[in-house]
T-cell receptor
Framework: NAGVTQTPKFRILKIGQSMTLQCAQD?????MYWYRQDPGMGLKLIYY???????DKGEVPNGYNVSRSTTEDFPLRLELAAPSQTSVYFC??????????????FGQGTRLTVV | AQSVSQHNHHVILSEAASLELGCNYS??????LFWYVQYPGQHLQLLLK??????LVKGIKGFEAEFIKSKFSFNLRKPSVQWSDTAEYFC??????????FGGGTRLMVKP
């Protein structure tokens, strides 16, 4: 059981470039999330999805876009990379958002540097 | 909006010392509470969770946490830490209608 798989693990972008961070889960979870982790700031929610075809903004959505065409995949798109987007990005999924099955399972993370 | 506070940003302990990490949240209604651990270079893993029932929750690796509703707290404890417990610990909360919200994290270093 692979769980949540993120690619790539590391990436360096130049200012203004674009890229897509891939995320896939094989647990048939309805909910998927993208977080960014900055030192001392914990994890901030960028976007989330409650099911295929449905996405919504989290706490820090500016500069990012997402799509959810299938239950399994939830890619995160950076259109015009900026130094402020240098961070570690985590994708996560859960079966529910509230109740006993709300445990979030995390991917290994993508360390992105924008120079 | 709900918020989560972890007041200890860095904690340094010697092996066998007892650990207590504080976590307070702002939401007054029914909540689900979690502690996650992130070992160096790894992703977040669930230590324990509280959904309902006994407010004293036991997790993996000897960790436990106590939900005190009147204090809006969910502190993490371990009676005797080991060097392998060196990691960053995150408290997280969600409630109906809100996604999982994380605290700022506490970096624990255990000296051998």
């Amino acid at each position: 059981n692979a769980g949540v798989t993120q690619t790539p693990k590391f990436r360096i972008l130049k200012i203004g470039q674009s890229m897509t961070l891939q995320c896939a889960q094989d647990m048939n979870h309805n909910y998927m999330y993208w977080y960014r982790q900055d030192p001392g700031m914990g994890l901030k929610l960028i976007y989330y999805s409650v099911g295929a075809g449905i996405t919504d903004k989290g706490e820090v959505p500016n500069g990012y876009n997402v799509s959810r065409s299938t239950t399994e995949d939830f890619p995160l798109r950076l259109e015009l990379a900026a130094p402020s987007q240098t961070s570690v990005y985590f994708c996560a999924s859960s079966y529910e958002a509230t109740g006993p099955n709300t445990e979030a399972f995390f991917g290994q993370g993508t360390r992105l540097t924008v120079v | 909006a709900q918020s989560v506070s972890q007041h200890n940003h860095h904690v340094i302990l010697s092996e066998a010392a007892s650990l207590e990490l504080g976590c307070n949240y702002s939401y007054g209604g029914t909540v689900n509470l979690f502690w996650y651990v992130q070992y160096p270079g790894q992703h977040l893993q669930l230590l324990l969770k509280y959904f309902s029932g006994d407010p004293l929750v036991k997790g993996i690796k000897g960790f436990e946490a106590e939900f005190i509703k009147s204090k809006f707290s969910f502190n993490l404890r371990k009676p005797s830490v080991q060097w392998s417990d060196t990691a960053e610990y995150f408290c997280a909360v969600n409630n109906a209608g809100n996604m999982l919200t994380f605290g700022g994290g506490t970096r624990l270093m255990v000296k051998p």
